[in-house]
């Protein structure tokens, strides 16, 4: 007989404060059964893989979002609330919010 379990968060995303076109992860576990999909949002908006995010950000198979590069620009900035949704076959489980900072000069006074 198969036991079957909701998907529990076991490590959720954190803040993170990053320079300009610096790489950086955020993190996201889940465990479950079946195991359970990761899907991560952005100010409510739900990412995909898509060519339109010019390859800068990658779905990793653990569940993590990795950037290549973080953007702050007038048209596209990465900086944002970001949270992940563990879902399967019987239910999902949302993340706490992840504030996502692209800095320059103010980077640097932290520093």
């Not at 059964?33 to 010019?54: F, H, M, R, T």
Request: charged share 30%; aromatic share 10%; glycine share 10%.
């Amino acid at each position: 007989m198969r036991q079957y379990r909701s998907p529990r968060i076991t490590e959720h995303p954190k803040d993170v404060l990053v320079k300009k076109n610096e790489p950086t992860t955020l993190n996201c576990k889940a465990e479950g059964k079946p195991e359970p999909i990761i899907e991560w949002y952005k100010d409510g908006e739900l990412l995909n893989n898509s060519p339109a995010n010019d390859g800068r950000r990658i779905f990793l198979p653990g569940g993590d979002l990795f950037f290549l590069s973080v953007s702050d620009g007038k048209k596209e900035s990465d900086s944002g609330t970001y949270w992940c949704i563990a879902r399967n076959q019987v239910g999902n489980v949302r993340s706490r919010n992840a504030s996502l900072v692209v800095g320059g000069k103010v980077y640097d006074f932290f520093l």
